[in-house]
């Protein structure tokens, strides 16, 4: 059932990829946007923020079908599909389940049935350049075509060329960052930085928040767990400290540059040393209140910014999502398994105590991310405007589309410029779909730029330096990316 897609006009739409897609319908800032975009779009691969599993890169394995790459992982994907009716455990969630060659291709038929859903999205512009360019596919999901493109899909990812490294290779990527668990030992990440046949740099990083939920019931064995993983009695507060500062130091040590904080609120007033040993000690015991809680949390994340500034690590910032918003999923399938919600966020007053401390101090880097848009042009931007350590970064989740992508832009730059933006992470699960992302924010970036070229605000040869720095050299900066040897 294999057979080309193409050649059959009635099965439905066809794909095509637009070369001026994203970019102005204004004939002549359209043809600046894209002299912008020409200038980058072969630049390597920068993705600082993302989560795709070292595993694949470790075996590099076929993948079996194509629900196990392309869809069970990807939360974006995965939440419409369930607020449609479909159970996540038809799509193959959590991923990483065994699931039979007849259950992964009901699951597939699932997702194509359902294509109409995802108009309007990111998710379809992105699954649509992943099945042109991957799969040179030129026909829509679709109820009618979902066997014949599961077929053609498995029939190609068996293929030598589009095993994970073949693919770390096609797409470019010269700077890949998984999200790692804060005990966990790296050893897949040992294994490609010994593996002379590996030419690109894949770098853990710092992912504490379990070290910092005090009022997670499992917290009090994770205080076991990080005191066997560093040799130091993580029992008592200051033992505290000197484990975790030591689980940073052995992620830098293994090629790290950055640590990412998904916490719900970014407060950062720090309560005293003796309180914090009081709070300490009563959440080791499961007798913190909320209010307690709130304040250990805070002061935890300050005493992480007091680190980065020891180890360089540049420290990243994920506040405003409510996780795991839907218990009873939570319950059934685990966790992360893309029922996150967003709150509301405050910076100005809770990153305060923070940056009077540590916002003018040479190697401490801080990268603001939010989907709070309310946020942008009266708090983020007047942050990175004035303090030497903080950047913005790209929207994410839920925001990193192209009508917020233009949103942010132009309400942050013009008070806080181009240099202040960290550059554009994929944030994502979905490997395939890392070049259609960082493609997308290229075009992007040069429709805004042409704008700004076509009313006289900016030099084409000004546009041109910027669309590179927010390509490649604004990423390398601020997560401290040597550029590649090759």
């Not at 490294?165 to 096609?170: V, W």
């Not at 490609?192 to 499992?218: E, I, K, M, Q, Y």
């Not at 420290?315 to 918003?325: A, I, S, W, Y």
């Not at 429709?447 to 669309?467: F, K, M, N, Y």
Request: hydrophobic residues 40%.
């Amino acid at each position: 059932m294999s057979g080309q897609l193409g050649d059959n006009a009635d099965m439905g739409t066809r794909l095509q990829l637009h070369p001026d897609r994203l970019f102005p319908a204004d004939p002549s800032t359209r043809s600046i946007a894209r002299q912008l975009y020409q200038s980058v779009a072969s630049l390597p691969i920068l993705s600082p923020h993302g989560h795709v599993p070292i595993d694949w890169l470790v075996s590099d394995r076929p993948w079996v079908d194509p629900l196990e790459l392309l869809i069970s992982p990807d939360h974006y994907i995965t939440r419409l599909l369930h607020a449609s009716g479909v159970a996540l455990e038809r799509l193959g969630v959590p991923p990483g389940q065994a699931l039979s060659a007849d259950d992964a291709r009901a699951g597939w038929r699932l997702f194509c049935e359902h294509w109409p859903v995802f108009r309007g999205t990111p998710m379809k512009y992105w699954m649509e350049q992943v099945l042109v360019e991957v799969f040179e596919i030129d026909q829509a999901p679709s109820r009618e075509t979902a066997d014949q493109l599961f077929d053609q899909i498995a029939q190609r990812l068996a293929r030598p060329d589009r095993r994970p490294r073949a693919l770390m290779d096609r797409f470019n990527i010269e700077f890949l960052a998984t999200t790692d668990d804060p005990l966990d030992a790296l050893q897949g990440h040992d294994q490609l930085a010994s593996d002379p046949g590996f030419n690109h740099r894949v770098a853990p990083t710092f992912r504490p928040d379990r070290l910092l939920n005090v009022t997670d019931p499992g917290w009090p064995q994770t205080l076991v767990d990080l005191s066997a993983s560093t040799g130091v009695d993580a029992l008592h507060w200051n033992g505290w400290l000197a484990a975790v500062a030591a689980r940073r130091w052995f992620f830098k040590e293994h090629g790290g540059v950055s640590t990412d904080h998904g916490l719900v609120d970014a407060s950062t007033e720090p309560v005293d040393q003796a309180t914090a040993q009081r709070l300490f000690n009563k959440a080791r015991h499961g007798q913190i209140e909320q209010g307690e809680a709130t304040a250990l949390a805070a002061t935890m994340l300050f005493e992480q910014a007091r680190m980065a500034c020891d180890d360089g690590l540049t420290m990243t910032l994920h506040p405003g999502v409510l996780r795991d918003h839907h218990a009873a999923s939570a319950a059934r399938l685990g966790k992360d398994i893309g029922a996150d919600i967003p709150t509301s966020v405050e910076f100005t007053r809770a990153l305060r105590p923070m940056l009077n401390a540590f916002g003018t101090h040479p190697n401490f880097q801080l990268v603001l991310f939010t989907i709070d848009e309310s946020t942008y042009s009266r708090e983020l931007a007047p942050l990175a405007g004035f303090y030497p350590s903080v950047y913005l970064g790209a929207p994410w989740w839920f925001i990193d589309a192209p009508e917020a992508i233009g949103r942010f832009k132009r309400a942050v730059t013009e008070s806080a410029g181009f240099s202040r933006l960290a550059g554009f992470v994929d944030d994502t699960r979905a490997f395939l779909s890392i070049p259609s992302r960082h493609d997308m924010a290229r075009r992007l970036d040069a429709a805004h730029l042409a704008q700004l070229v076509a009313e006289h605000r900016l030099t084409i040869d000004e546009a041109s330096e910027v669309i590179g720095q927010l390509v490649s050299a604004n990423p390398r900066k601020v997560f401290r990316i040597s550029a590649s040897a090759s």
